[in-house]
């Protein structure tokens, strides 16, 4: 008998309803508006690729989030991570909603300060704050979140000239049932340091002690951790108030809450085993609320949350360069959206639609980049309807860090606008142009 040729197997999604010449449905429903807003619209207005972030969609989710907390804890206070999205107009946004600015370096903290953010409402984090840097916060009554004892000396030899007090935390890094545990930052609770460093600045008479922080991850999944973590910190200032008599201000859990991306590899889809922002606060709130601290001096509650409230107000839209075939027959689509983009796809399968009605037959296909290098990849391997060349598609849930770690290689980065709540698109950031990019460089005059 002759030997039948080997035919890969492939998983394939089905959906009920009534059949189609193809079979059973599995159509990809596109993505034809943004905030009732057409996606050929903007394409048109703004080029392609074009970021896209909805007014809306972050209003909306930080009001959701501040319920979650709110109606568990008398106190809280959100604090806007810049490095998630340091674009002026989402950070204003953010700002009118009543979050304060969380910061991790010179520049984002120049970037707050230039917000309107007034200076003691401005949380400053990171380990690589210089003198000068500590200095201005200090100067604006920053809350400065030491992260080791090097710093911690800069700030009292600091404080030596300065007229005023600065405003400290520390850091603390913990064993959350997490691993990697994420010790590289701040001062460990389990050996000790966390009190070493405690004990030093409630001796030394220039420094005010006024919160306890522990930023335990990213995109993490177990809301159980920060019960955790929330848990250890509430210990820790139980400890100060019965040794020195001192009541700590705030207790900031940091932020890492997932969003509902997919992360690569995951068996699950992000949108069934992402926490709630419900879960969240339950797990925060009980901890908090159960410990030993006195229920008349409860801390605030700080949360430095990002991800969670600006990916899924994010669209990056783009343009189908080409198809082709690989040698191993499957199909590919190369598109203008590569990795310096899109950052975010190392590590998500991002979801990704077609912009207008289209076939409903599907394919296994890779969604290739416009970069030359072979790890500009979108998508490895997604079922995907048969786009053709100029056809426009959408990437869903792109708002987290993709505007910050975005590279200018091989392509200039490109417009950004944000649908507003006024029903208009604004842009909000320009397109790169070749003069902005020449204008650092200096050219030797015996080159010229």
Request: glycine share 8%; charged share 25%; aromatic share 10%.
């Amino acid at each position: 008998m002759e030997k039948k040729p080997f035919e890969r197997p492939f998983i394939k999604k089905l959906q009920a309803g009534m059949p189609s010449k193809f079979g059973m449905k599995s159509m990809t429903e596109p993505i034809t508006h943004i905030d009732d807003i057409p996606v050929s619209e903007i394409i048109a207005d703004y080029g392609s690729p074009v970021y896209v972030l909805s007014e809306k969609t972050i209003r909306d989710q930080f009001k959701k989030a501040k319920h979650a907390f709110t109606t568990r804890y008398p106190k809280v206070q959100f604090a806007w991570s810049y490095k998630t999205n340091y674009l002026d107009a989402v950070c204003r946004i953010f700002h009118q909603e009543g979050s304060w600015a969380e910061v991790v370096s010179g520049f984002e903290y120049d970037k707050a300060l230039q917000n309107g953010v007034k200076g003691s409402q401005i949380i400053f984090n990171g380990p690589a704050k210089t003198d000068e840097e500590l200095k201005k916060a200090i100067d604006n009554d920053s809350l400065i979140h030491i992260d080791h004892f090097d710093e911690m000396y800069a700030i009292i030899a600091i404080s030596e000239n300065s007229e005023k007090r600065p405003k400290v935390a520390i850091r603390v890094n913990m064993d959350t049932g997490i691993y990697p545990m994420w010790d590289r930052f701040g001062f460990n609770y389990e050996s000790g340091d966390a009190w070493d460093a405690i004990n030093r600045i409630m001796v030394n008479e220039k420094l005010d002690l006024v919160g306890l922080h522990a930023h335990i991850g990213t995109y993490m999944f177990s809301a159980g951790s920060y019960k955790i973590a929330a848990g250890k910190l509430a210990d820790l200032a139980y400890g100060i108030e019965r040794k020195y008599g001192v009541n700590i201000k705030y207790i900031d859990v940091g932020g890492g809450f997932a969003s509902q991306n997919t992360l690569k590899g995951a068996y699950y889809p992000g949108s069934d085993t992402t926490p709630s922002f419900d879960e969240y606060a339950e797990a925060i709130s009980s901890a908090l609320l159960n410990s030993q601290i006195n229920p008349r001096n409860l801390p605030t509650l700080i949360l430095e949350t990002g991800r969670a409230l600006i990916d899924d107000a994010g669209y990056l839209l783009g343009t189908v360069i080409a198809n082709k075939r690989l040698s191993s027959g499957n199909r590919a689509t190369i598109v203008d959206v590569g990795v310096n983009l899109l950052f975010t796809s190392f590590w998500y399968e991002h979801e990704v639609y077609p912009a207008a009605p289209v076939s409903e037959h599907m394919e296994e296909t890779t969604i290739f980049g416009p970069l030359c290098m072979n790890i500009d990849v979108i998508r490895d391997a997604i079922a995907f309807p048969l786009l053709k060349k100029g056809d426009h598609f959408v990437i869903k849930r792109i708002g987290a860090y993709n505007m910050t770690q975005w590279m200018q290689f091989i392509t200039l980065r490109p417009n950004v606008v944000l649908t507003g709540t006024d029903g208009k698109v604004h842009l909000i950031r320009k397109q790169e142009h070749m003069d902005l990019i020449r204008q650092q460089e200096v050219i030797p005059g015996h080159l010229k």
